[in-house]
């Protein structure tokens, strides 16, 4: 009976909500089997639905710097913090999401346009569950190391990511550590965390300050394949993001976190050249007030452009 086959299969599935309810089942016997079948059904096809709804990520405007808020299920996730000097958008956003818990703080990299917002948020009525950064740096010490020194002094926990990790997040989402493969003494922005966020919905590909050395590392690795959305390296600098690492990722949305009053190079016009053959669709921060709202659903990327009311 297709019942029995229901049955069978719930009981290879272990959560603490099913086991209780198989526990009803076998008390109850043959009488009541039919509506608590029906029931768990409905119970999993509700956290399906669950898992399967839309996943956003707002890519907040601090100028020429770095700082995305991840809206997964009930999980809120930020990578990078900005500057010091732009944190007070940062908290301003923050507050406007209705955000007071963060899962987790993801800091790429030590240049002060990623890491210079971290204090203030440690030091701020925001409960931080988890700090991570990279095992690859370029500080000579460990004390020299900038998310050390905050979550030390604000007694946060810390995580070391390294190439090939993983940080399994609710609903079905995971951030994968792609890079950095080697450690660059000279240049930090080619220790950038790369993480390809995966969801039921679709991919995120994540780059830092990612520069053209580390690129070809994770290319030559085979570890750059197509995403529906990209965050550009290095805000749109033309010393990242080349034809072949365009070409892989393909993405459906390019997200460009930069501002041209402070740093007028960017975009680059050739970075910008190179999305556009591949038809992707582009939005620059500071193009927006708040930032740009990125959605991800059925494998379809859509982008917003988010400004204070």
Known sequence: MWEIEVLDALQNIHTPWLDKIMVAITSLGNAGILWIVLAAVL????????????????????????????????????????????????????????????????????????????????????????????????????????????????????????????????????????????????????NSLVLRLTTPQGDMLLTGDMELQEESELIEAGLISQAAVLKVAHHGNEDATSWQFVLLARPQWAVISTSSVEKPETPSSKVLSRLKDVKANVAVTQDAEVGILVTLEDGQAAAEAVNWR
Request: net charge negative.
């Open 43 to 190: 119970l999993l096809a509700g956290a399906c639905a669950r898992a399967e709804g839309p996943v956003q990520a707002l890519f907040i405007n601090v100028g020429k710097a770095d700082a995305a808020l991840f809206l997964l299920g009930d999980q809120r996730f930020l990578v990078d913090t900005g500057t010091k000097g732009s944190y007070d958008q940062l908290e301003r956003v923050l507050d406007a999401y209705g955000v007071t818990r963060l899962s987790g703080v993801v800091i790429t990299h030590t240049d002060k346009d990623h890491v210079g917002g971290l204090k203030k948020l440690l030091k701020s009525d925001i409960a931080v569950d988890r700090v991570y950064a990279g095992t690859l740096h370029s500080e000579k010490s460990l004390e020299d190391h900038p998310v050390y020194e905050a979550a030390e002094k604000y007694d946060a926990p810390l995580t070391w990511l390294s190439a090939g990790e993983t940080v399994e997040l609710a609903d079905g989402c995971a951030f994968h550590v792609l890079g950095p493969l080697s450690q660059d003494d000279e240049e930090e922005n080619n």
